[in-house]
């Protein structure tokens, strides 16, 4: 990650605090992998399938703790 | 790091045949020279082509790629180009190699062809598209590849309301890697509408919730409209806001069709002038060099006249006190004949003794005398026929001149050309009407924008319906929907942590750009008055005094150093750092401010190609102020008004 990502990283988990996830660096690095990845790319589709199974990992964690 | 290790141009613009340039893969500066006309912007459009298949023009027009085949090559029979870039990114060598064919005459069967090596692997013509939008953006590529003529637009962002600033703001925010926050926060709305219509659908199936995800499922599919429509007229909003630009720039052309004729009458006039004054002097010259086979002569020469005069103005003394002589014998000899002086009429005696010397040798000696005289006079008349005076510096002087203004003329008929190109290519019809059609366009954007605005309110009314109704079936407290609501919830909360992380990473961003572009500006401005620079919500930056007051008025100079060091802290805090290709940066600039602009350089990219003239920077400079960082030089030379040569003439540092 270079230096400004890392940065947009630092702020998403502060912003993320409130909602108390397990592992909030986890998902919000993977979505910043995600839109990265595909910043040029004009189907998103794909993009929003691995949005989906990144927030579906966190669910499978918290509903197995709980 | 995005770095440019070799670009290959064959028959492409000025270029005939094969001629390459090696960037190297070191970090520092590497200076092309060359003087207009020579190919340096077509070094620019050569990157570009590679990279995107799209070649610019003055005023950043696109120009149909197949014109830019070499006219040499094009009459030896040739139709194609080809252009290879070699890029590396990460320690992976990206090869480009990009083709254009026309092989008939009326250019209907155009083909560009494009193959892209990664690493040495051939890709396939999908994953290259994806590769090299990846590698460079094209809306981002201004900010590596530009044209210092066209600094002075980043003096729209100080316009907030500009459509131009708007285009530049927007490809700033790229740079500093901002879309990716705005997809996020975008592509999570998108996922969150459809999690809420899975929870509604969970809720439907009991009977405790039932009631609540009707109301939702309402709400929902309100919400989906309100915000489909939103989403077209904001299309219709662009589209009508891009048929604004392309109006505007078209009105804009006319008003510079008027400004290019009164640039040209302008030229032309000083052309004129110029050859006369060349006329003028050529003649003067020509006069001074058709005696200068007098000038070794002269000190001689000058020494003759010098002893001839003298001699005259014996000869003259010797013959007047003769004639003085010979008066006065005549006198006494009338006075002794008539007994009577002839002066004072008194009587004289005729025994008194008045004869002084021999009537007949005097006369001798006057002939002689008088002969003589005549042959001094007739040789210092020949003498002073002959231009005595030394010409020679005088001459030297006026070459120098002349000299001067043949440059002067050179640059003059360059400007000419340039102008005389850009009229033969701008439209004349075409505007007619524009005006008209532009009313049209700003009504119908307020309309929509008018739209939009309501539109907006019903989904943020929606919105607020929904998290009510929401409230209330989280509040059910059924089992069931805990998946849901919390998928729900997990997804509401990072869209909204996405859309404050935009505004709070923008708000650092300007705080870093204009603590950077401060640093930079304090390092190249030779006005140490000015204590900073401050930015404003567009990135626009003005100049603030060391008493607190921003300089409204700012000179081009001045404006030219400003976008320098919002180029320089753009590229300090971008994800993507690449190299610099500035074309023409110096043009508006002062030598003290060229000397700090150089030094400065190696701060601004790793990687820095300038391509100048020579009189916008000399070589001495560039070598002065880079030293070690000055990597390599190369000359674009003339063979012939289409045949350019790039030739590399210091530098191995490579």
Redesign the interface.
Known sequence: M????Q??LK??IE??N??E?TNPEL??KG??EA??D????ED?RP??RR??DL??E??KV??GDS | MLRVRSLDVENFGPYYGLQSINFGGKDGVIVVFGENMRGKTSLLNAIRFALFGKILGRGEREIEAHKLLNLQAKKEGASKFTVSLRLEKDGTMYDIVRSCNAPDTDNSEITIETVLFVGGEPQSQNRTAAILAELLPEQISRFFLFDGELLQQYEELLLDESEAARGIRESIESILGLPVLIHGREDLATILDDVRRAETRSAKKHKATEALASQLEILNAKLLTAKEQAKQIKNEIAELTKQREETEDLLGRSAKIEALLARRNSIEEDIDSLETQQEELSQSLSKMLAVSWHWPLIEGLNGRKRKLTNEYVELRGQIKAIERESHLKDLRSTAKKESKCPVCFGVVNPDADLEFSNRSAIRGDFSVLQTREEQVLGQINLLNQLTLDDHGPAAVEVSRQLHQLKMELQVKRTDHGDVMAQLLTSPTKEVEGARQTLGHIIAAVQKHKATLAVVQKEINDFESSIATAQQKLRATGEPSLSLETRRREIVEGLRDAFARAVDRYRDELRGKVEADASELFKKLTTEPDYERLVINKNYGLQIQHKDGFMVEVRSSGAEHIVALSLVGALQANAPLRGPLFIDSPFGRLDENHVERVVRSLPDMAKQVVLLVYKKEMSEHVARDMLKSKLLSEYELKRISAIHTEIERFSGDGL
């Open positions: 270079s230096n400004p990502e940065e947009m702020i998403l912003e993320v409130g909602l996830l998902l919000v979505i910043l839109e990265r595909t910043a040029n790319a998103r993009t929003h949005l989906r927030i579906d966190v669910l918290e509903m």
